[in-house]
Nanobody, 126 residues
């Protein structure tokens, strides 16, 4: 069973930066893609960004392009989300995603994912 542990959330002023991390562990699995989605109170979940594990190709939601950067450390099975120029509308719970080589998954954004984490709160104050 894949376990995802997120860290790095918190309270920041508008215009500030935060860096989220997510480490995958547990069992035997091959990571194909890792990424992030977010969900604000009363809103539907929103895909944020992801990165393919082998080639490092990235995808971003239009709302975060140019401000957020997703990266990975393959040796530690860890994905990062560097968030700059944060806005109040970025306030949400951010969830880590992973797509392994297991069959199936739930579609979030551009592809299906089979595991996600417990989430970390990001609050941007004005």
């Amino acid at each position: 069973q894949v376990q995802l542990v997120e860290s790095g959330g918190g309270l920041v002023q508008a215009g500030g930066s935060l860096r989220l991390s997510c480490a995958a562990s547990g069992g035997t699995f091959n990571i194909l893609t890792m990424g992030w989605f977010r969900q604000a109170p009363g809103k539907e979940r929103e895909f944020v960004a992801d990165i393919t594990w082998s080639g490092g190709g990235t995808s971003y939601a239009d709302s975060v392009k140019g401000r957020f950067t997703v990266s990975r450390d393959k040796s530690r099975n860890t994905v990062f989300l560097q968030m700059n120029s944060l806005k109040s509308e970025d306030t949400a719970v951010y969830y880590c995603l992973v797509k392994t080589d297991a069959i199936g998954g739930s579609w979030i954004g551009p592809r299906p994912y089979d595991h996600w984490g417990q989430g970390t709160q990001v609050t941007v104050s004005t």
